[in-house]
């Protein structure tokens, strides 16, 4: 029987690989959701769950689960997750004819807080833009730096996107003297982004210093690592923590808060929900909607240490 289980298990890995096309990181967080669903149902059935006992569970036992993550602690957002990959093992089995059990989707996925973006104000992110490196290194590694950190708040990109820029790509923007970038994002949805005149003087500075890019092709990455290889964003993030340290910056302060900083900037200065949408990449506008909160908020502190009513006591 637990011979069974463990071929559905591998037959949905292989779906969720192959079908769905989910990241490395996203399949290894679904497939831990699931192990310590069934760890979990291990311990509270006396015994490691057959197909036929998944298919028996009662909505109780599945709320039993979600109590034991409240009671150990675990943070909405992961337990919402990993309420969404056993629901998604749950409906490959029945889709496969292995298991049904219709008490899962009697459930609610577990209501999380609405997230609002932190932003950095503008001054904020005058400095860490300008903000130079502690550490001894290579020139090019800083004007490196410099330029991934401009597509980030200068255009918004995703850190994935901005790393996956091929040296071509790059080459024939900075040949062709324009400046917008066809950018494919999630879901496999291009876009259009302008680049500001400082972010393509980065690119070009960086190109230029770079040892290593002459050599490569035109699929190769643009943005290459000390070793030679491309780029890994945790070296990205690695820098960012620096700067945030160096200027004494809140722990919110991530290469993603650069793109928030870009949205919330963008719409304090009139931008409109609907090109601010289109620029993000975003593929509902209720998505870029909660900037309008982080815009609401900023304009309300304003408002309460100018307005003169707004001091009378």
Known sequence: MAARLTAAREAWRDWL???RRLAAHTLV??????ATFLDFMTTYLGAPPTLEALAKLKPAEFRAWLAERARQGMARSSTARAFSSVRSFFRFLDKNGLASNASIGALKTPKLPRAVPKALSEPDMEEVLEAESERERAPWIDKRDTAVLLL??????????ALGLSKGTVEALLKSGQDTLAITGKGNKTRIVPLLPQALEALAAYRDACPDLAALGPNDAFFLGARGGPLDPAIVQKRVREIRAQLGL???VTPHALRHSFATHLLGAGGDLRTIQELLGHASL?????YTDVDAARLSAVYRAAHPRAKVR
């Open 250 to 252: 809140p722990e919110s």
């Open 286 to 290: 209720s998505t870029t909607q909660r």
């Open 29 to 34: 967080a679904y497939e831990h959701d699931v």
């Open 152 to 161: 980030l708040y200068g255009a918004g990109l995703r850190i994935a996107e």
């Open 17 to 19: 690989k192959s079908e």
